[in-house]
């Protein structure tokens, strides 16, 4: 939290001198009653001593002064609303790794079928595109609201040759500010990013895609997919086959989303795939906003107050 006029929150020092006061002010009251009477005597006069209840509507109208001297700072919060318009690229790899088997019911499949279960998590103002690479990057489906587009251009995917992934960055990165919101400016644009290991081809450095990204705000996101028991059969002429590891390789993804200024994430299987999705469509449906809450302490301060006159002059007929 922050104020806009801290300098008002000095007003919260009188709160202790105001509570020595008062007790100066109940030892004289105490003092003054044993003049005019012993205090045995007093069951005989009274039902039985208020207690606690004597202190509390002063205690409760202390708390409305400390919560309006707040107010009066003018405090800021950060809190989390639900975006209206933004754009997301889902950049997936397409490359021969990823039709290993090893998520099931391959690498590419499990891509496919969380990305699409993704399109559900984000607002329905979003537009979403979908860039596919190997040897090189393009774009499947341009950043659209039509759902069901994006779902059939995802389904279409299949594997290639090449990692691309420096082209694919550079290429979603440059798709979302292409696009315009309501209000005729570029809306935030993020790139998840999925795929399987480091680059393999391609004519832009992954480093120098990802500092573009970053010079155009958009954060990318990526997603490592695979275990390193991944393996694809290689066809050989003559009829014979190899057998080839493609065991995932995370730096490179890790530092297009340090550079970027995205984040970094491990899928190990179809369903671990599907959290970070989930999770993702949480994080990028809602932006951070530091809004004024002034009217929230105001209101709390006046209730307080109100409350505190009203136990006053329930319990002893007086205001405090």
């Keep these: 939290m922050s104020?806009?006029?801290p300098v008002a929150l000095l007003g919260l020092a009188a709160l202790p001198l105001l509570v020595v006061l008062y007790v100066l002010l109940e030892?004289?009251?105490?003092?003054?009653?044993?003049?005019?009477?012993?205090?045995?005597?007093?069951?005989?006069?009274?039902?039985?001593?208020?207690?606690?209840?004597?202190?509390?509507?002063?205690a409760v109208v202390l708390v409305a002064l400390a919560a309006l001297i707040v107010g009066v700072a003018?405090?800021?919060?950060?809190?989390?609303v639900r975006r209206e318009?933004?754009?997301?690229?889902?950049?997936?790899?397409?490359?021969?790794?990823?039709?290993?088997?090893?998520?099931?019911p391959t690498r590419l499949g499990a891509a496919q079928?969380?990305?699409?279960?993704?399109?559900?998590?984000v607002p329905r103002k979003f537009r979403i595109g979908v860039v596919s690479f190997a040897s090189r990057a393009v774009v499947a489906v341009a950043p659209t609201?039509?759902?069901?587009l994006v779902r059939a251009g995802i389904a279409s995917l299949h594997t290639g040759e090449g990692t691309a992934i420096g082209d694919a960055v550079l290429l979603a990165a440059n798709l979302g500010q292409r696009q315009r919101a309501s209000d005729g400016g570029i809306p935030p644009t993020s790139v998840l990013l999925i795929s399987d290991g480091a680059r393999d081809g391609g004519?832009?450095?992954?480093?120098?895609?990802?500092?573009?990204?970053?010079a155009l705000h958009v954060p990318v996101y990526t997603v490592l997919v695979g275990t390193p028991s991944g393996t694809v059969v290689h066809k050989l002429t003559g009829g014979y086959s190899e057998i080839i590891r493609v065991p995932p390789s995370p730096s490179t993804l890790q530092q297009i989303a340090r550079t970027s200024g995205g984040q970094f994430f491990?899928?190990?299987?179809?369903?671990?795939?599907?959290?970070?999705?989930?999770?993702?469509?949480?994080?990028?449906?809602h932006k951070r906003e530091t809004r004024e809450i002034t009217d929230l302490f105001a209101g709390g301060s006046a209730l307080l107050l109100l409350a505190g006159g009203a136990l006053s002059a329930l319990w002893f007929r007086r205001v405090p």
């Design 113 to 121: 079928s969380a990305a699409s279960a993704f399109v559900d998590q």
């Design 145 to 148: 609201d039509n759902r069901d």
């Design 3 to 5: 104020f806009a006029l």
């Design 203 to 214: 004519r832009i450095a992954t480093q120098a895609a990802a500092q573009r990204a970053r």
């Design 85 to 104: 318009e933004a754009t997301v690229v889902l950049a997936i790899d397409v490359s021969r790794s990823m039709g290993a088997a090893d998520v099931k």
């Design 74 to 80: 003018r405090p800021r919060a950060t809190i989390s």
């Design 266 to 285: 491990t899928a190990t299987t179809d369903s671990r795939l599907r959290d970070v999705y989930k999770q993702l469509g949480s994080r990028l449906g």
């Design 27 to 58: 030892r004289r009251r105490v003092r003054e009653g044993a003049r005019f009477g012993a205090r045995a005597l007093l069951p005989n006069l009274v039902d039985r001593a208020p207690g606690v209840r004597r202190h509390l509507p002063v």
